[in-house]
């Protein structure tokens, strides 16, 4: 696990994102909130945001969690991580997120920045809310064990935590 960890904090795509499941084992539930504004808009996802430059992607995620949501977790905490990366239709390298799940942490999830967010709540995995973000998708499928959801279309598996998502055109084109 410390080998890994120790590659995803050295990963510099030109765009990087972090995020968080937070997973309510005993109710089979997530948090997710709903996007405002730029290409993803009313697309469903999880708490993140941008990797600021220096800081590891764990500590990122965390630090974009507490933001958007006022939820503290510890870092020794996050029990899953995965990296996505998403090649738009002109198979163009644009994004890449790192995803981590969590079952323990301090307070209750809240919308804290209205601007990137209208509706936020918990959903269970039998009925997720629509449209959500590929790597969304992606995490849930991956890091929630012994959950059988299909992945998105396009996913191509490159390691045992690293994916590649290619973008259809139809989510660039909303």
Known sequence: MEARNHFLDNIKPRFMVAGV???????RSIYLHKRIGGEWDKFWALPGGTVEEGESLPKA?????QEETGVLVNESHLTGSLVVYCNNYLNAFQYAFA?????QWEGSPR????QKA???????LE??????????EIAICKLIPHYEYPPPEG??????????F?????????
């Open 21 to 27: 499941v937070l997973w309510d084992v005993a109710r």
């Open 61 to 65: 995620a965390l630090r974009e969690l």
């Open 99 to 103: 995803q981590y799940i969590t079952v």
């Open 111 to 114: 919308i804290l920045e209205p």
């Open 118 to 124: 209208s509706e936020d709540g918990w959903f269970s």
């Open 127 to 136: 009925n997720l809310p629509k449209p959500l973000m590929p790597h969304v």
């Open 155 to 164: 996913l191509v598996r490159i390691s045992k935590d690293i994916f590649i």
């Open 166 to 174: 290619h973008e259809p055109p139809l989510l660039k084109s909303k």
